[in-house]
């Protein structure tokens, strides 16, 4: 595929990857297998999904070689700590059977706890000069907790995956990053966390938003595809989930069209400056933060 983006040590990976947050166990490696057969060499996963084995699978099932994929997963916060991320790190590659992993990222940073932070990200940077992973990064990490790491630790993370979608964009976030030479990866990507059930009621689908469907209309193209090509056309990394195959499809169908300068900054003025998704400095459900990650 064209339009490779390059990581700050010089790693390549295609800009869509499948997202498979929130898909069930079940559905997921049939639709790893999926996208896979239409294009995406790029995948992203967590240990906190619990389908980690199951993309593995659907790696392994689609006969594509595995040093095709861009292959992205996530240490969990109850994995934090220097010994305990290493050893979340042999809880993943168990799980989907493959001995390394392309991109590794912290899932959230954990501002009460940020040594603990500092010390898992000091064990990715271990996995990394030992060539278990070949990039490193973070997740949801604003500019304060960035500044944070980048005082305490020596490798910039290669990677900020951060909600980001015409509704909510950090463009606060997106400009450290871009300070640092971090890729900005845009979970979320075509808003599913505006419609997603379970995640507080007045919710404005931004799949629905009049500026995103009269582009749409005059570009021929669907809602989800004119939201992946404005993440494309930003220099963004986006990893759209979905479990049905012709979305799968559709939302990789975005290289044939452009977005004029007219339609990008009409995308970019609906920013509300309101997240949708958990605030990464706000207290966290203890059952989630201290859930266990199974061995296997
Ligand atoms: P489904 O898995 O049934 O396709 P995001 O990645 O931005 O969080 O969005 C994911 C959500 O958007 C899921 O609910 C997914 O449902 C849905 N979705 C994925 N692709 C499309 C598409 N092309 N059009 C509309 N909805 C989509």
Redesign the pocket.
């Known amino acids: 595929m064209t339009n490779e983006l390059t990581l700050n040590n010089g790693v390549t990976l295609p800009p869509i990857g499948l997202?498979v947050?929130?898909?069930p166990p079940e559905e997921t490696s049939a639709a790893v297998e999926a996208a896979l057969k239409v294009g995406y060499r790029h995948i992203d996963t967590a240990a906190a999904y619990g389908n980690e084995r199951q993309v593995g699978e659907g790696i392994r099932n689609s006969g594509v070689d595995r040093d095709e994929v861009f292959l992205e997963t996530k240490i969990w916060v109850s994995d934090y700590g220097y010994d305990e991320t290493l050893h979340a790190f042999d809880k993943a590659t168990r799980k989907l059977g493959f001995d390394t992993v392309d991109l590794l990222i912290l899932h959230q940073p954990a501002p009460d706890r940020f040594d603990q932070t500092v010390g898992a990200y000091n064990a990715l940077e271990r996995l990394l000069a030992d060539g278990k992973v070949r990039a490193i990064g973070v997740s949801n990490f604003m500019r304060h907790h960035l500044d944070n790491l980048l005082a305490r630790t020596e490798i910039v993370p290669a990677v900020n995956q951060i909600e980001c979608?015409p509704y909510f964009s950090q463009p606060d976030v997106q400009a450290v990053n871009a300070e640092h030479g971090i890729l900005t990866q845009a979970?979320?990507?075509?808003?599913?966390?505006t419609?997603?059930p379970g995640w507080g009621e007045h919710r404005t689908n931004v799949?629905e938003d009049d500026t995103v469907t009269s582009i749409a209309g005059a570009t021929g193209k669907?809602?989800?595809?004119v939201l992946l090509r404005w993440q494309l056309q930003h220099g963004r990394s986006a990893?759209?989930?979905?479990?049905?195959p012709g979305?799968?499809a559709?939302?990789f169908d975005v290289f044939d069209f452009e977005l004029t300068d007219q339609q990008m900054t009409a995308l970019d003025g609906l920013d509300t400056g309101e997240r949708n998704g958990p605030d990464p400095d706000g207290p966290m459900r203890k059952d989630i933060a201290e859930r266990t990650i199974p061995e296997d």
């Open positions: 997202g947050y929130q898909s979608h979970w979320s990507p075509i808003g599913g966390i419609f997603y799949l669907s809602p989800a595809q990893i759209p989930k979905s479990t049905n979305r799968i559709q939302n």
